[in-house]
């Protein structure tokens, strides 16, 4: 890599992690007075915008793709049907769940 | 090809991604500047002021404070309202009300312009209106009020949710469905 383009993935980074920052305080300061179903969707954006960030800083985990997928899937319904969105985050949590549990049986084996 | 208001109309939907490859030509903003000149006001008071972000630095600086614009738009249209012009040349009733009516329908004329220019687009709310301010050097009493992406989507819009019709359209009297 060249300097120059050193220097311009440094300085995107710089430009990626202050969007997120700016994002999550904008968010944070407009949800007292917003609908009651931006909550969920906010703090869905924050996590996929996260894992994102986390990506480019070379932290990559395959296994919270499962979850993140549905999320992504389902995002639009946030304020249209809160009611699916919930199932949808239902969805992801239990997949997460599986994962949870799937590490956890790996352990346990590693320990026998 | 250009497509007609009811065609315009019909066709519109909020769209939040967009082909970020693709810039806007001249001629949409100068269709744009057209339907802004346009719009009515109260008393004619035009005490209502629009800033077209298309520079992409500038584009980004706003999208970051603005939690509720998603995708990579090609312009956004800043919609601010002054409320000390509004007073001075629309009086209390400008101030207080008719200044978003009148922003409003800028809005409409704005979305439905692009639409007619095949140019999709969203509106939002979500933003931090003093963080735009300063970030467009607007004067202290020149406040964003509503934002508008525009940009050619890259995805088929969400379908759209209506209510009935009977639920929002009367005739004659409230709650007589037919004509
Ligand atoms: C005043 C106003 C503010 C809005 N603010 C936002 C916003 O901050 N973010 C967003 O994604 N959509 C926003 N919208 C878009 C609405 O969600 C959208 O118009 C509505 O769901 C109907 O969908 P349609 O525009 O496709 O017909 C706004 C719309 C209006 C009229």
Redesign the pocket.
Known sequence: MTDTARNRSEEERHERLLDFVGYVLTAARALGKEPASYGPMRLVDTLTKAVELLEDAGIRDESVKGPLAVIRENRWQA??DPEAFGEALDEAIRRLVEVTLEDARRKEQAEK | MVLDVAESIRT???T?SYDSTKRLPREVFEALEQAVLNSPSGSNAQESHFVIVQEPDQIRRVKRF?????GNPAAVAVLCSNRVEALSKGGADTAETLRFVNL?IA?AYILLTAQSLGVSS??????HAKAIQQLLGLPEEVVPE??ITLGYADQP??P??SKPSREVLSYDRYGKESI
């Open positions: 304020t249209s | 519109r939907r909020s939040r603005a939690q509720g614009v998603s409003g809005a969203c509106p939002a709310r979500s933003f509503l934002m819009p969400r759209k949710t």
